[in-house]
C-alpha cells in the first residue's frame, strides 16, 4: 500500500511534487514497512495498550494516506477533463478564425496565444496548486493523528524567541452594577512554532500567488462570458488580494500587528514617496487601469508614434506588441496622464483604407461603382457601416481613390490580401487601366538640332573671326 512505486502513494509522489518524498523515500518506507514489525514484536513483549494506541494511529494514517491519493485522483481527472474542454473550445475559435494569418508582417492583431494564458501553462499552474493542497491536507492530517504520540513536537511551543504586548480590553461590571471597560498590557511570547507557521503562511503565499490564475482560468473564468481581458484584471487583482492577505496573516503570527508598524510604515510611505516616486505612481496607474480598464489585453491602441497590441498589464509597466512582433514597455503612468489611442475599446470594429489609382483616362463613375460592388461581395466587409469610395483628387497622370471599408480586427490581414488582389484583378477583367509612374524622354536628330541652331554672327549677317589669325 505504501510502496513509493504503488498506485496509491505513487499518485503523490509524482515527478514534478514540489516536496521530494519521493527523494527521501528510502528513508521513510523502510520505516512504513517496519512499522507494523515492531508493532507485532512489542505485543509479543506484553505492551498490549501501547500497540493498541499505536495501532490505531497507524490505521488511521493508512486511512488518510489513502483520502488524499483520492483526492488527488479526482480533482487532477476533473482538471484535465477542464482543460479539454478548454482546448476544444479553442480549436472551435481557430477553425472560425485562422490564427496563423492574424498577423502577416503588417497585420493589426496579434495571436490570442500570446494573449491568453497557454492551456500547458494553466495546467501546469492548477496541478501544482492541487498538489500542494492535497500533500498540505495529508502532512496537517498526520500531524492532529501523531501529535499525541509525539510530544517532542511540543518543544517548539516551549521555545521563546521574544515577547510580545498586547493591550487587551475587558468589560468589568462596578460595585454599582455598572459596566465599564477596563484595559491592561498582557505579554504573549512568540515561540519558535509561530516563527515556522509564519514562515509556511509566507511560502503558501507565493505560490499560491504564482499559481493561482490557472486554477481560476479552469474553475471560474472559463464559465463567465468575458474577454480575455477582463479575465486577466480578475486574476491580477485576486493575486494582489491573496498576496495581501498571506502578508498581513504571515507578520501576525509573530506578533506584528498593523497598530505596531503603522508608524513605521507611515514614516516609509514619505521616503519611498520621493524616493521611488514613478513605482509608486506607476503601480497605482496599474491598478486604476485594472479596474477603470480604458485599456486591456487584446486592445490595439496607439502610444506615442507606436501602435500594437496590449500583451500583458504589469504592476510597473505595460507590454505593448507592435506589428513587427516587437515588445515595447511603456510605464502605467502614461496611460493615465497621457493621450492613447485605443482603437477597439469599446468596439473591435475598426476602418481600412485602400488607395486605387487609375488612368486619368478613366471613368470616375465607374471606378466608384466597380470599387463599391467589390467591397459589397466580399464576405469578410462588414454592411453595417456600409463601404464608401472618396475621390480624393489628381495626381500625375492619375485619378486617386480610396476605397474605405470596416472590418473585425481579427481579419486584418486577410482582408488586406483579399480586397486589395480583387481590385487588381476586377480593374484589369473590366480593361482599366492603373495609373504608373512614367517620365517621356524625347530624342531628336543631331542633324536637325545643327540645322535649328543659329550663331550670333550669322543672326547679324557676318562671318565668324579667324581663329587662326
Known amino acids: 500500500l505504501l510502496n513509493p512505486k504503488g498506485k496509491v502513494i505513487g499518485l503523490l509522489l509524482t515527478p514534478e511534487s514540489p516536496i521530494t518524498l519521493g527523494q527521501v523515500r528510502y528513508l521513510w518506507y523502510p520505516l512504513a ?26 490505521l488511521e494514517t493508512i486511512w488518510v494516506i489513502l483520502a488524499a491519493a483520492l483526492l488527488n485522483l479526482i480533482v487532477n481527472r476533473w482538471l484535465q477533463l477542464r482543460i479539454q474542454q478548454r482546448m476544444l ?14 498577423l502577416d508582417g503588417d497585420g493589426m492583431a496579434v495571436p490570442l496565444d ?21 500533500l ?16 517532542a513536537l511540543a518543544i517548539f ?26 484595559k491592561y498590557v498582557d505579554v504573549v511570547p512568540i515561540t519558535l512554532a509561530d516563527l515556522g507557521l509564519a514562515i509556511i503562511i509566507l511560502v503558501l503565499t507565493i ?56 508608524w513605521l510604515v507611515a514614516a516609509m510611505t514619505v521616503g519611498i514617496g520621493f524616493g521611488m516616486k514613478e513605482i509608486i505612481t506607476n503601480f497605482i496607474s496599474g491598478l486604476i487601469i485594472l479596474f477603470e480598464r480604458p485599456i486591456r489585453v487584446g486592445d490595439v491602441v496607439t502610444v506615442g508614434n507606436v501602435s500594437g497590441v496590449v500583451s500583458r498589464i504589469r504592476i510597473r509597466a505595460t507590454v505593448i506588441t507592435d506589428f513587427d512582433r516587437k515588445e515595447l514597455i511603456v510605464p502605467n503612468q502614461r496611460f493615465i496622464t497621457d493621450e492613447v489611442l485605443n482603437w477597439t475599446l469599446s468596439d473591435s470594429i475598426i476602418r481600412v483604407v485602400f488607395p486605387v489609382s487609375v488612368s486619368n483616362r478613366s471613368d470616375v463613375a465607374q471606378i466608384r461603382q466597380l470599387l463599391i460592388d467589390l467591397a459589397m461581395e466580399h464576405p469578410m466587409v462588414l454592411p453595417v457601416p456600409a463601404p464608401s469610395v472618396v475621390f480624393n483628387g489628381f495626381g500625375p497622370g492619375a485619378l486617386l481613390f480610396n476605397l ?15 480586397v486589395n488582389t480583387a481590385i487588381q484583378l476586377k ?3 473590366e480593361g482599366v487601366e492603373m495609373a504608373t509612374d512614367r517620365q517621356e524622354i524625347q530624342v531628336r536628330p543631331a542633324v536637325e538640332e545643327q540645322k535649328r541652331f543659329v550663331s550670333p554672327f550669322e543672326a547679324k549677317g557676318k562671318n565668324p573671326p579667324d581663329e587662326t589669325a
Not at 508493532?39 to 499505536?54: C, D, I, K, Q, R
Not at 473550445?89 to 492574424?102: L, N, P
Not at 500570446?114 to 492535497?134: C, P, Y
Open 404 to 418: 474605405r471599408v470596416f472590418i473585425r480586427r481579427e481579419d486584418y490581414a486577410k482582408v488586406l490580401d483579399s
Open 89 to 102: 473550445k479553442e480549436a472551435k475559435q481557430q477553425a472560425i478564425v485562422v490564427q496563423a494569418e492574424s
Open 33 to 58: 514497512v517496519g512499522a507494523p514489525l515492531v508493532l507485532a514484536l512489542s505485543a509479543a513483549l506484553g505492551y498490549y495498550y501501547t500497540v493498541h494506541y499505536l495501532s490505531w494511529r497507524l
Open 136 to 151: 498540505g491536507t495529508l502532512l496537517v492530517g498526520l500531524w492532529l493523528i501523531w501529535a499525541e504520540v509525539l510530544p
Open 157 to 182: 511551543e516551549k521555545v521563546t524567541l521574544w515577547n510580545n504586548t498586547v493591550e487587551i480590553a475587558q468589560t468589568v461590571t462596578q460595585p454599582d452594577g455598572t459596566s465599564a471597560i477596563s
Open 207 to 262: 505560490f499560491a500567488s504564482r499559481n493561482i490564475p490557472g486554477l481560476m482560468e479552469i474553475t471560474i473564468l472559463q464559465r463567465l462570458p468575458m474577454t480575455s481581458g477582463g479575465s486577466y484584471a480578475i486574476t491580477a487583482i485576486t493575486t494582489y488580494i491573496i498576496t495581501g492577505v498571506g502578508l498581513v496573516l504571515s507578520f501576525g503570527a509573530i506578533g506584528i500587528g498593523w497598530a505596531k508598524v503603522q
Open 427 to 429: 480593374l484589369k477583367e
Open 114 to 134: 500570446d494573449l491568453e494564458m497557454e492551456d500547458a501553462e494553466i495546467g501546469e499552474q492548477a496541478t501544482k496548486l492541487v498538489r500542494v493542497f492535497v
